[in-house]
């Protein structure tokens, strides 16, 4: 049942919330246009799981982006992506030898 119109229906009244990064650019130039595609692409074909290849793509085109004044420049790992050398590191971890030696086999 609608309380459009109907007594003590009241407009609900909703307050729009600010992206949490601000605002930012359009690309009505499509600069960054190719590098989108190329991710969408890659997601289609890895059926929406983000492998590591569209990883690389879509921090591509945040490059782009900040390349181009389109975005705040901003550090990759603040973005969510790991520098090189902390990848390194990380996946350095977890290899078998050192996680036996963290067993103590």
Do not use: W
């Not at 119109?5 to 307050?15: A, E, Q, V």
């Not at 190719?34 to 921090?59: F, T, V, W």
């Not at 389109?70 to 977890?94: C, F, H, I, T």
């Amino acid at each position: 049942m609608s309380t459009f119109g109907g007594p003590g229906g009241r407009m609900i009244i909703s307050k729009p919330s600010p992206p949490e990064r601000g605002s930012f650019p359009l690309d009505h130039e499509a600069e960054c246009q190719p590098i989108m595609k190329q991710y969408l692409r890659c997601l289609r074909a890895h059926r929406g799981i983000n492998d590591d290849e569209c990883r690389q793509l879509s921090k591509g085109y945040l490059q782009c982006r900040m390349d181009r004044n389109l975005m705040a420049v901003d550090s990759m790992r603040n973005l969510g992506y790991q520098e090189p050398e902390q990848l390194n590191v990380d996946s350095a971890k977890n290899t078998p030898e050192q996680q036996a030696k963290v067993d103590g086999k």
